[in-house]
């Protein structure tokens, strides 16, 4: 187990820069995970640390050492790729042992590292089939097999869960967590699924156009994200958006500007409406959840409850919510409700909207105030 | 593809029209298959008539007579080139070169696909571009350069320099041949595999080289043919009791008497033709199947 430490990295493929200035600092033991849209630089940033692209600027460390110019194989590392990558004429044993037998491990040790984790991941009665002859899920482990044997200093996974269907998807996140905390090893986790970055992640990198946008705990992304694109990009539905223009006479509150009649009036807390400063323009951001059907009863509970009257055009049912897509002025705005409690199509509905949680943005920079 | 591959292309008329086109069409095919195999079939039943039976009833025509003695004639007692000793001699002189060159081309062909799909580097292209031009040169262009080069070396009508000339004649289609295969190998295989600690050659021994059996047997089976039936480097680089058996043929045709033994010059022929067909009959089906086939399913 090591640490990895990323400075200043940048990637050029001819005269096009993937990766732009990248810093991130992995501590010993923790799970992060590099998320993004396709393009992102993701992948490469990952190939990158594991040694199969070239570093056209910056540094790479694993632990200590400086591994740029670092061969992949002597780089101390475990992958685990989107395609498996199993060797397909060879039986599941000789897919997991083929890593010791290329680095000259003795066949007694070989033989005790496959049993653990044949054990681990509950493939013995594989073993001595070829790759062609196991379901989705039965590769999936036999890779991750692959990448379990040895006790490498970084564990990296490139969107190992990606082929697999949604169901078989959902139960393999499980077991990566359950493995993760079971042997707590320092791993590159590599999605463009927002939800498994959120469940896995001691802490996401979230990654846009070459460049690291944020790199905090999951709480924090989902909670504080640090510009408009990690708050669309993490969270489903996504946040949503609506200018406003903050007032700071009397107490503090925020006016949409383009809702019905003359500007919604929403609370804002104080110390929020101080740092960013009376009349000046803003994006909110508001997720689902916190934009619902009022209540009266929470007037008590939540200080900084607003509310914005808004009609019903879509009604979405997910089974366990409703989403509601409500219009406020010229923008579709997704509300989240009780299925009990959803509302009807063309209703206009009084939402509560949870300013306490409401995120507030630069229109110009798009960064978070 | 089940559907397809029931399609009958005739079977959307009614049955009459049905039958009779059915009829038509593969009557016409008998007659070009016929037209096709009928050489084959006049040299084969010419090596088994005597000559007088030949010179009587004409070149094409039913045999009359039937022996078995030609083909021992042809094989190992015939007089070509002054030596009677037959074709036996000339057919190991044309094994000696067919198989190490199959062999060798093959190989490096396997290596040199393998570097260009999976090694790529600054120019890989460009050079690969250049090799496949290789498949379009005619072989009469290489006639003097190769000369030279055989003189150099010092292996001047020796079956050795005929090796090496289809060794670097064949290379375009072995290169070729492998290089395309091995593109569809999945390159997250050879980066598993890296990152697992093999190297260059363990990666192609143990990973690469277990997935080429369909593309290997369509290169040796293409090598094996082109090299033992080809006629105008053996012609001009060989002579004597160097020559392979595609040139001496010629020479047995060519034979001091002026009355041609038309029985034995069949007999000679098909034995000369036979180890080709022999490789496909038993190698067809991989040919194909190598032909059409991805590296994984």
Same mark, same amino acid.
């Given at each position: 187990m090591a640490s990895l430490t990323i400075r200043n990295l940048n990637k050029t493929f001819g005269s096009v820069a993937v990766l732009k200035g990248i810093d991130l600092e992995v501590e010993t033991g923790e799970f992060v995970v590099l998320v993004g849209p396709s393009g992102c630089g993701k992948s490469t940033l990952l190939a990158m640390i594991a040694g199969l692209e070239s570093v056209s600027a910056g540094e790479i460390r694993i632990g200590e050492r400086?591994?740029?110019?670092? @061969?992949p194989k002597d780089r101390d590392i475990a992958m685990v790729f989107q395609s498996y990558a199993l060797y397909p004429t060879m039986t599941v044993r000789a897919n997991i042992t083929f890593g010791m037998e290329s680095r000259g491990v003795p066949k007694q040790a070989q033989a005790e590292a496959l049993a653990r984790v044949a054990a681990l991941l509950q493939i013995q009665g594989l073993l001595d089939r070829k790759p062609s002859q196991l379901s989705g899920g039965q590769r999936q482990r036999v890779a991750m097999g692959r990448a379990l044997v040895r006790d490498p200093a970084l564990f990296l996974f490139d969107e190992p869960l990606s082929n697999l269907d949604a169901k078989l998807r959902v139960e393999m996140r499980t077991e990566i967590k359950k493995l993760y905390q079971r042997l707590g090893q320092t791993t590159i986790y590599v999605t463009h699924d927002q939800v498994e970055a959120m469940t896995l992640a001691s802490r996401i990198a979230v990654m846009h156009q070459g460049r690291l946008q944020q790199f905090a705990e999951p709480r924090t992304v989902y909670d504080?994200? @640090?510009?408009m694109f990690v708050a669309g990009f993490i969270g489903s539905p996504p946040m949503n958006f609506l200018p406003a223009q903050i007032s700071a006479s009397g107490p503090a509150v925020l006016v949409l !500007? !383009? %809702? !019905?009649? #003359?500007g919604t009036r929403l609370p804002l807390p104080d110390d929020v409406a101080q740092s960013a400063g009376d009349g000046r323009r803003v994006l909110l951001g508001i997720r689902p959840e916190n934009l619902t059907r009022y209540d009266h009863r929470w007037a008590d509970e939540k200080p900084c409850l607003g509310t914005i009257k808004a009609p019903v055009e879509i009604v979405e049912p997910t089974g366990a919510e409703t989403m509601a897509v409500v219009r406020i002025g010229s923008r579709e705005v997704i509300a989240r409700y009780e299925p009990d409690a959803a509302p009807a199509i063309g209703e206009t509905v009084t939402l509560a909207v949870d300013m306490a949680k409401a995120c507030l943005f630069d229109p110009a920079t798009e960064m978070l105030i | 593809m089940a559907e397809a591959a029931g399609y009958d292309p005739l079977g959307a008329a009614g049955t009459w029209r049905h039958q009779r086109a059915k009829l038509v069409v593969y009557t016409l095919l008998c007659l070009f298959a016929l037209y096709y195999v009928l050489p084959l079939g006049v040299v084969i039943l010419n090596s088994f008539r005597d000559l007088p039976d030949i010179n009587r009833n004409g070149l094409i025509g039913l045999p009359h007579s039937f022996s078995l003695n030609y083909w021992s004639l042809a094989w190992d007692k015939f007089c070509v080139g002054g030596t009677c000793a037959g074709i036996e001699p000339f057919f190991f002189n044309s094994v000696s070169m067919v198989v190490p060159a199959t062999i060798i081309s093959t190989a490096v062909g396997a290596v040199n696909g393998y570097v260009l799909a999976k090694w790529r580097f600054t120019g890989s292209e460009v050079l690969f571009g250049l090799m496949t031009l290789g498949v379009f040169m005619p072989g009469q262009m290489v006639l003097l350069p190769w000369a030279r080069v055989l003189g150099w070396l010092g292996l001047t009508n020796t079956t050795s320099g005929l090796v090496l000339i289809h060794c670097v004649q064949g290379l375009s289609f072995t290169t070729l041949f492998c290089r395309n295969y091995y593109v569809n190998i999945p390159d997250d295989l050879i980066k598993a595999a890296r990152i697992d600690g093999a190297g260059f050659w363990r990666i192609f021994r143990k990973i690469v080289l277990p997935l080429s059996p369909p593309i290997l047997i369509v290169t040796v089976i293409w090598q094996f043919t082109n090299i033992w039936n080809e006629f105008l480097f053996a012609v001009i680089f060989s002579s004597g009791t160097h020559q392979p058996i595609t040139a001496a043929l010629i020479a047995l045709s060519a034979g001091?008497? %002026?009355?041609? #033994?038309y029985n034995v010059e069949s007999a000679a022929v098909l034995i000369a033709a036979l180890p080709p067909l022999l490789v496909y009959v038993f190698g067809g089906r991989y040919f194909l199947r190598g032909l059409t086939q991805g590296a994984l399913k």
């Open positions: 400086i591994v740029n110019g670092v @061969a504080r994200p @640090a510009n !500007e !383009e %809702s !019905e009649g #003359q | 001091g008497t %002026s009355v041609h #033994q």
